[in-house]
Nanobody, 124 residues
Framework: QVQLVESGGGLVQAGGSLRLSCTAS????????MGWFRQAPGKERDFVAA????????YYADSVKGRFTISRDNAKNTVSLQMNSLKPEDTAVYYC?????????????????WGQGTQVTVSS
């Protein structure tokens, strides 16, 4: 069982930045690819970014490419999402998730463990 706890959400003006963090309880964090997803009210959960077990490969949704950066620190059992140039359409609950795949995936079904989510609100 892996427990994931997100932090760092909040309210920010458009054009601003936020950094989300996710801490995992896994004994061997590096056994999991990690992903970030988001869900706005009334919408499906969407892929944001993923990072491979080693951190050597990263993947982004087109909507955040060039603005968001995913990273991980396997020594600290953490994965982060740096979000810059935020837009009102980035408003959502953001979830981190862990997958036993090597590279990660854009599909929620590929992730076995999920955090409780953290709210990000971007005002215009």
């Amino acid at each position: 069982q892996v427990q994931l706890v997100e932090s760092g959400g909040g309210l920010v003006q458009a054009g601003g930045s936020l950094r989300l963090s996710c801490t995992a309880s896994a004994r061997t964090f590096s056994n999991y690819a990690m992903g970030w997803f988001r869900q706005a009210p009334g919408k499906e959960r969407d892929f944001v970014a993923a990072i491979s077990r080693s951190g050597g490969s990263t993947y982004y949704a087109d909507s955040v490419k060039g603005r968001f950066t995913i990273s991980r620190d396997n020594a600290k059992n953490t994965v982060s999402l740096q979000m810059n140039s935020l837009k009102p359409e980035d408003t959502a609950v953001y979830y981190c998730a862990a997958s036993i795949s090597y590279s990660g995936s854009a599909y929620p079904i590929e992730y076995k463990y999920w955090g409780q989510g953290t709210q990000v609100t971007v005002s215009s």
